[in-house]
Nanobody, 117 residues
């Protein structure tokens, strides 16, 4: 089993930055993919960014050039650096982890990010 715990959410003004962290514990050596999702009020959950064990990354078009995902395999932590935040980035952000490229197996509890304009 794997447990994921997010931290780093909060409130920030538009144009500001936040860094989210997701600490994985348990059988973390089996994890090949990590990702960040977000869900705004009244909207579907969407994939924001993902990263493989070999550091291949992918981003939603809406965050390209502003968000950066990275991981520390030794510490089993994945980060999401969010710059130039916009009000539309307001959402609950969830960390996700997968053993294979076949869907997400584990989820964190979520952390709230609120961007005020």
């Amino acid at each position: 089993q794997v447990q994921l715990v997010e931290s780093g959410g909060g409130s920030v003004q538009a144009g500001g930055s936040l860094r989210l962290s997701c600490a994985a514990s348990g059988s973390t050596s089996r994890l090949n993919f990590m990702g960040w999702y977000r869900q705004a009020s009244g909207k579907q959950r969407e994939l924001v960014a993902s990263i493989s064990r070999s550091d291949n990354t992918g981003y939603a078009d809406s965050v390209k050039g502003r968000f950066t995902i990275s991981r520390d395999n030794r510490k089993s932590i994945v980060y999401l650096q969010m710059n130039s935040l916009k009000s539309e980035d307001t959402a609950v952000y969830y960390c996700a982890a997968a053993l294979y490229d076949m869907g997400w197996d584990y989820w964190g509890q979520g952390t709230q990010v609120t961007v005020s304009s």
